[in-house]
Nanobody, 121 residues
């Protein structure tokens, strides 16, 4: 059973940076795709970045493109978040799944428990 564990969340002022980490374990074969989602109170879970672990191809939502960068180093997937805004405040989740061209909740089968990011103005 694939397991994912996020870390690196915290509180930061607007304009600041944070780097989230996701450790992937428990796999027989490393997942083909790992993504980052976020969910703010009262809002739906939003896919924001994904990486195809074989090719390194990445996908970003419009809301974070140019500010966030997803990367992989062996069994760890990172999300570097720059130029943070108060609207980036949310619980951030790491997820893994098969190949896909989209970034919806249904595209990912395994989920971490999340790490909180709070951006103050």
């Amino acid at each position: 059973q694939v397991q994912l564990a996020e870390s690196g969340g915290g509180a930061v002022q607007a304009g600041g940076s944070l780097s989230l980490s996701c450790v992937v374990s428990g796999y027989d074969y490393f997942p083909s795709r790992v993504g980052w989602f976020r969910q703010a109170p009262g809002k739906e879970r939003e896919g924001i970045a994904a990486i195809a672990t074989g090719s390194g191809s990445t996908l970003y939502s419009d809301s974070v493109k140019g500010r966030f960068t997803i990367s992989q180093d062996n069994a760890k997937v990172y999300l570097l978040m720059n130029s943070l805004k108060p609207e980036d405040t949310a619980m951030y989740y790491c997820a893994a799944g098969p190949p896909s061209q989209t970034m919806t909740y249904e595209d990912f089968y395994y989920w971490g428990h999340g790490t909180q990011v709070t951006v103050s103005s």
